[in-house]
């Protein structure tokens, strides 16, 4: 039985243990929170046993095995780095640090004290993903020389909410814009070259950032933003077809193939999710801790570098800096 301990009771954590209680062999035992009340009722709606007020006596639990963090961006290497050294292994939510620096630190203490660490990388996860990713490998559609994704949708945000935060590292682009970068990644590696261009709130906050990643087999075209409503499909072009994953792509229970080539119209797949989806990276956290490592072959350490080192290149070129960095 893997124990999960829960920090930040917030609205992603919510729809988290939710699906966590979907799984067998694995339990959510504590959760915490800067306020006593407030993880006492997510205890109380979830049936957890234990809530505290403080991160700190969670990370001292010896009935947790890996803490959950679901805590705003600024605090995730800080608060990470604190439970690793308390001996504890990791899910974070993404991004893993807000920048290479601090992924680096996260690294080196989970390989100090031998513990897992993983970025909640979620869609790497996701059974629509992982066969994209297998045919792709395959040759399904050739030489992968395009690729066009986006996370955009309209909010309203009072100047003073976390999403415009930047002492919390708020905007479009930690928040949203790491999505269409994990997929460029995932497809098509590291880039060569980025181009980047960003429009701002008054309060220094990202509210649209675009960016092109130039590969030596073509580019990729990315998006994020809190402005504008799009529909979230997203599009990989090969030499020999194209992949439209579904929309909300990130959270896909489907895509389709196109070979104009071959056919005329194209070839629709349907893979359900279990839950929201947040399912499958529980279980690939689990299968890890329970085999004795520290990171996962599917989303590693290494992995986690090189998506938040693209993310700070991304930045340094629309000149996009937090106050506490």
């Not at 994704?149 to 682009?173: E, H, I, K, V, Y």
């Not at 960003?198 to 087999?217: C, M, N, P, V, W």
């Not at 196109?258 to 279980?283: C, D, M, W």
Request: glycine share 8%; with cysteine.
């Amino acid at each position: 039985m893997v124990k999960w301990g829960i920090i930040g009771p917030g609205k992603i954590a919510h729809k988290f243990v939710a699906d966590l209680q979907l799984l067998e062999g694995t339990e959510v035992c504590a959760v915490a929170s800067r306020s006593s009340e407030r993880a006492a009722e997510f205890a109380k709606q979830y049936g957890i046993i234990q809530s505290y007020g403080s991160y700190t006596e969670l990370m001292a639990d010896p009935y947790v095995d890996i803490i959950y963090i679901a805590t705003p961006h600024d605090s995730h290497a800080a608060l990470s780095i604190e439970a690793m050294h308390a001996g504890k292994h990791i899910l974070c939510e993404k991004p893993l640090g807000v920048n290479a620096h601090q992924v680096q630190e996260m690294i080196n203490a989970s390989q100090q004290n031998q513990v897992f660490l993983m970025e909640a990388f979620w869609s790497r996860f996701n059974p629509t993903m992982r066969e994209i990713l297998s045919k792709i490998k395959a040759n399904e559609i050739g030489e992968v020389n395009y690729l066009s994704a986006d996370f955009t949708f309209f909010r309203n945000d009072p100047d003073d909410s976390r999403m415009l935060n930047m002492d919390l590292a708020g905007g479009s682009l930690l928040d949203m814009g790491v999505y269409p970068v994990f997929l460029a990644y995932v497809v098509m590696g590291m880039p060569e070259e980025i181009r980047a261009a960003g429009r701002f709130h008054s309060t220094g906050a990202d509210l649209q950032t675009a960016a092109i990643l130039e590969y030596k087999s073509g580019i990729a075209q990315l998006m994020s933003g809190f402005i504008s409503q799009s529909d979230m499909a997203a599009k990989i072009c090969g030499t020999e077809g194209t992949i439209i994953i579904d929309p909300v792509w990130h959270e896909s229970e489907g895509y389709q193939i196109f070979r104009p080539y071959e056919q005329n119209e194209a070839v629709h797949f349907s893979l359900p999710k279990k839950g929201k989806g947040y399912t499958y990276e529980i279980e690939e956290c689990i299968r890890c801790i329970q085999a004795g490592q520290i990171e996962s072959t599917l989303w590693s350490h290494q992995n986690s570098l090189d998506l938040i080192r693209i993310v700070d290149e991304i930045r340094a070129q629309i000149n996009l800096r937090y106050p506490f960095e």
